[in-house]
């Protein structure tokens, strides 16, 4: 079955340096969507990608989809306390209606 | 609160007891999805609806879960006798387009 894996799983970042999570598929995804959850919150939806070498950009988060459209990344600029819980990746593959969630990777901002 | 809601938040429940989760989805959305969320991992797809239809579920769901949807719009989960290993999250979502949108969740916690 479909596989997503992101690294890294966890990173502690000092306020105002950047931050980076990556996502990799197994298999070809027709789109990826990226979520947030908060520590004791649930699942927030931020973006979907779907062109091949798609980049959307948010405020001071980047998302970008990989030309084979099996791996994908978040990056912020310049973190702040608020950027604080997990992100995670979730892929549909072709022909399915169903996400496929990543683990997940737990940033941690320190003022 | 126009969101998802789920009831009950938290459920402790002893091994071999039944117990059953309900989700109001939001109302106009036609699809909504059950999810298992343990600490460190991201959700673990379980079932999909599309209005009152299952239209799919994970192959890693035992024959002691059951979900119904029965008039398109609420729905409920059950686990029969339960095991300690379905202690998690078990978290509801619903959409309308392309983004999910998750509930607070259910904690259960099997003793």
């Known amino acids: 079955g479909q596989q997503v894996m992101q690294i890294p799983q966890y990173q502690h970042v000092q306020e105002g340096e950047d931050f980076t999570t990556y996502c990799n598929s197994s298999t070809t995804l027709s789109n990826i969507q990226w979520y947030k959850q908060r520590p004791g919150g649930h699942p927030v939806f931020l973006i979907q990608l779907v062109k091949s070498g798609e980049v959307k950009k948010q405020k001071r988060l980047t998302f970008q989809f990989g030309e084979a459209k099996k791996n994908s990344s978040l990056h912020i600029t310049a973190t702040q306390t608020t950027d604080v819980g997990t992100y995670f990746c979730?892929?549909?593959?072709?022909?399915?209606?169903?996400?496929?969630f990543g683990k997940g990777t737990m940033l941690l901002v320190s003022p | 609160d126009t969101g998802v809601s789920q009831d009950p938040r938290h459920k402790i429940t002893k091994r071999g007891q039944n117990v059953t989760f309900r989700c109001d989805p939001i109302s106009e959305h036609n699809r909504l999805y059950w999810y298992r969320q343990t600490l460190g991992q991201g959700p673990e797809f379980l079932t999909y609806f599309q209005n009152e239809a299952q239209l799919e579920k994970s192959r890693l769901l035992s024959d002691r879960f059951s979900a119904e949807r029965p008039k398109g719009s609420f729905s409920t989960l059950e686990i029969q006798r339960t095991e300690q290993g379905d202690s998690a999250m078990y978290l509801c979502?619903?959409?309308?387009?392309?983004?999910?949108?998750f509930g607070p969740g259910t904690r259960l916690t099997v003793t």
């Open positions: 979730a892929g549909r593959g072709s022909g399915y209606s169903t996400l496929t």
């Open positions: 979502a619903s959409s309308g387009g392309n983004e999910q949108y």
